[in-house]
């Protein structure tokens, strides 16, 4: 797939005024493409030719340079419009910041290039078969002067729309001939190589159109210029894994602010007063007016805490540390973490991200749901297919199990412990 011309943005006013246009466009035909599962190539051609994909490209790279609290507004506008769409991007933002963090000079002057000129990159880091997640078996080694990668890769999001894989893979090099040091790199690749298979497979009961299928490497090779060693960003207090969760949260919250607007315009153009009511129009039942407050207030609040999130994120991403008082602190205080401006900002970042990612994923789940329960039966019509947005709900909030935010916010508070470095907090 060849990149397309893309525009340049330089500013976070013109981002956010961009994102508004596309999700406009964007959301007339969410609903139908999620009905009938239909790609949005397309849309994604439109997505990259805008700019939006390069925002966060540093400005000596000839990029707009914007923080991690202008993608997520970014995100969660998209969101709004078409989920699908705004989480096919998520690893691309993800894999042009680990460029940022651990790339060489020319690794990052050839890929920041390639994102300005509208490039696309997708993920292909999961796996089944391990005892978890975490547990890599797709491999790296030593092939002559190149590389080697071999594996197979699931829940691959947006591989059908990307012009660059970043591979997840393992090297293990036993006999010191790859001159690289043992551990988990990424590789970026071209989707068009020679050995790798894209499978469109992916049968999720939400995020259908989201590309998220499997791709297989089999004898694929690599030059070493092409792999970046994961460990200089996720193994270091850099933010990296609070910048992706970000995004993750945004998606989510989006999809509370989408499933808020069609339950209102649901209500007020097509549900029917409870006779008990005692009035003409549904949207003067006080009990329905009851609830619509009630799903307000749990969307403005994951809509503050995903904006409070940011804040956090963009202080340690710039390596600039938020007053204890004004953010999620404890841990600091307790002597565990070292004493260090860097790593208390990027604590406070993944707690921070994790609050939010709670508050996105209750209001998401709640709100796509009471949908119908506003909407009345009418709602449940299939035709309509107002069940995408708690389908979508249900499916992306699986990513990251939020029993653990609350199990490392509980721990910062309690025995001053401060969040892992693991890449997903």
Request: proline fraction near 4%; charge should be negative.
């Amino acid at each position: 797939m060849t990149a397309v011309a893309a525009d340049r943005i330089t500013s976070a006013a013109q981002a956010f005024s961009v994102a508004e246009h596309l999700a406009a466009e964007f959301a007339s035909g969410a609903a139908a493409r999620d009905r009938d599962r239909i790609l949005p190539h397309a849309e994604v051609e439109r997505l990259a030719a805008s700019g939006l994909l390069a925002i966060t490209v540093p400005a000596e790279y000839g990029g707009a340079d914007l923080p991690p609290s202008a993608v997520a507004e970014v995100v969660r506008i998209l969101a709004g419009a078409d989920p699908n769409i705004a989480q096919i991007p998520h690893s691309h933002f993800v894999y042009v910041n680990l460029v940022r963090l651990a790339g060489t000079a020319e690794q990052r002057k050839r890929y920041f290039a390639q994102v300005l000129d509208g490039g696309r990159i997708a993920n292909a880091q999961s796996e089944r078969g391990g005892a978890t997640i975490a547990d890599i078996a797709t491999t790296v080694r030593p092939a002559g002067s190149q590389f080697r990668v071999d594996g197979r890769k699931f829940y691959c999001t947006g591989s059908l729309f990307a012009n660059l894989l970043a591979v997840l893979t393992r090297l293990d090099d036993l006999d010191g001939n790859s001159g690289l040091e043992p551990g988990e790199y990424i590789a970026y690749l071209p989707a068009d190589s020679a050995g790798v298979q894209i499978i469109d497979d992916w049968n999720g009961v939400g995020q259908r159109t989201t590309g998220s299928g499997t791709v297989v490497f089999e004898e694929v090779l690599v030059e070493r210029d092409q792999l970046i060693r994961r460990s200089a960003a996720v193994q270091a207090p850099t933010g990296y894994g609070a910048f992706a969760q970000l995004l993750h949260a945004a998606i989510d919250a989006g999809i509370a602010r989408g499933a808020l607007g069609a339950a209102t315009e649901f209500v007020r153009t097509s549900s029917r007063p409870w006779f008990e009511a005692g009035v003409t129009d549904a949207a003067d039942d006080p009990l329905v007016i009851q609830r619509f407050g009630e799903l307000s207030v749990a969307v403005t609040a994951a809509e503050a805490a995903l904006t409070a999130a940011g804040v956090a994120v963009d202080a340690a991403t710039v390596g600039v540390s938020q007053p204890p008082e004004q953010g999620l602190a404890g841990f600091e205080s307790r002597g565990t973490v070292e004493d260090s401006e860097q790593e208390n900002a990027a604590g406070r970042a993944s707690l921070a991200v994790a609050a939010a990612k709670v508050l996105a994923d209750r209001a998401a789940i709640e709100v796509s749901s009471a949908l119908f329960e506003v909407g009345g039966t009418r709602s449940a019509a299939a035709e309509l297919n107002l069940h995408h947005f708690w389908r979508n709900a249900r499916t992306h909030t699986l990513h990251d199990p939020i029993r653990w935010k609350y199990q490392h916010l509980g721990r910062a508070l309690l025995h001053g412990t401060a969040p892992p470095l693991h890449g997903v907090i």
